[in-house]
Structure formats: C-alpha cells, structure tokens
C-alpha cells in the first residue's frame, strides 16, 4: 500500500522566519507531487505541482523540491506571515495507482505575529 | 486557472433524506472527476473515481448504493448520499483533471459542508 507521511503533525514559528515542512512517500514511481493549502472549514488551494522529471518548483515565496529516489519531498516557506497559518497537505500520485492521488495527514503551521 | 465549483456549499439534512452534491468543471472538460470525504482534522480520503459516460470506481468500503455518482457530461458530476445518517455529516470535496493537461494535475472544488441530524 502506498503512503504519504508529513512531518511535523503541527508546527508554530515567529513571524518572519524561515520553515521547511516534510513529505515523505513510499514509491519512487510517482507521475507528481503536489503540495495544498487548506484554511479552516475550506476546500483544498493548490501551492506547487512537481511533475516526476522535474527536481523544484517555485512561487513566490514558496519553494517545493523533490527527490524521487529518496521518497521526500520539502516545502520551503520564506519570510514567513501570520497569513501563511493553514493546514499544509502534500499529495502524491502514484503510477501504481493511476487517477489516485495519495494525501498525506497535513502539517498545522501557526505563524504568529 | 482552471475553476470547480461545488454547489450546495453548505447542507443540513434530516435523517433518512437524500442529497444531492454537484461539483462542475467551469473552464474545462474533465473526463475524470474525483469524490472525496474529510472528517475533522483529519487528511482527504478517496471515496470514488466517476468517468463520464460509465460507472464509477468506488474504494474499498464505501458503498456504492449509498453514495451514488453520476458524471452525465464532461463538466459535472453528482453525489447523492442516499438514505443519509448522523455518520454521513463529513465535508465533502470533489476534483476535476482537465482533459488538455499533461501533468495529470487535479483542481480542486471548495467543498460541501453535509450535516446530517
């Protein structure tokens, strides 16, 4: 069976600094990775997708990479802001498992100000 | 960007009722669309896979003749939640791949908050 694991469950920082949140995956045979947000009560807001061939994405001041040999991902926030505090879900979908993207239980971040 | 809406966003229901969940593709044809359930501070699970045009894929123990999918076009499918109970109340999110994208990137809905009483 597939998994995604994501590390810290829960995460508080000062405004301001820098963070890394934690995707790990079972399978190297992945199609892509993608990495949401989601507020309180909200559906999903996709962040980043990293397609299999490639290593990182970036948007603004998030930066996703991968390694699929190792079966991680990471998620770099910089500069952190009180707005930035959602819940952080990364998916992976897998090739063994077609259409099915595999979510990971979520890293809480509270950034406070 | 691509855009999926999911209508109602909210519902509250009585025990032993039916409802009907929509989720729509706005800017895009979706030959695949997905259904998913979250409880409370817990991560998305997969209910069903819907196709437009054939049946749906259902996951391991979710009952398919409870929680019915149609995908009639390429731009909607339905959940009803059929006979509903107290244990149905979840919030319910659907997601749409765009036929043209070569990522195999899914979008998102905005959910369906189910409260069953």
């Known amino acids: 069976k597939q998994e995604v694991t994501q590390i810290p469950a829960a995460l508080s920082v000062p405004e301001g600094e820098n963070l890394v949140l934690n995707c790990s995956f079972t399978d190297s045979a992945i199609y892509n990775l993608q990495w949401f947000r989601q507020d309180p009560g909200k559906g999903l807001t996709s962040l980043l997708l990293i397609q299999s061939s490639q290593r990182e994405q970036t948007s603004g001041r998030l930066n996703a990479s991968l390694d699929k040999s190792s079966g991680r991902s990471t998620l770099y926030i910089a500069a952190s802001q009180p707005g930035d505090s959602a819940t952080y879900l990364c998916?992976?979908?897998?090739?063994?498992?077609?259409?099915?993207?595999?979510f990971g239980a979520g890293t809480i971040l509270r950034v406070k100000s | 960007g691509a855009v999926v809406s999911q209508h109602p966003s909210r519902v509250i229901c009585k025990s032993g009722t039916s409802v009907k969940i929509e989720c729509r593709s706005l800017d895009f044809q979706a030959t695949t669309m997905f259904w998913y359930r979250q409880f409370p501070k817990q991560s998305l699970m997969l209910m069903a896979t819907?196709?437009?045009?054939?049946?749906?894929?259902?996951e391991q123990g979710v009952e398919k003749d409870k929680f019915l999918i149609n995908h009639a076009s390429l731009t909607l499918s339905t959940l009803t939640v059929t006979s509903a109970h107290p244990e149905d109340s979840s919030f319910y999110i659907c997601?749409?791949?765009?036929?043209?994208?070569?990522?195999?990137?899914?979008?998102f809905g905005p959910g369906t908050r189910l409260t069953v009483t």
């Open positions: 997601s749409a791949r765009d036929l043209g994208a070569v990522a195999y990137e899914q979008y």
């Open positions: 819907s196709n437009e045009g054939s049946k749906a894929t259902y």
């Open positions: 998916a992976v979908l897998f090739m063994e498992y077609g259409n099915k993207l595999v």
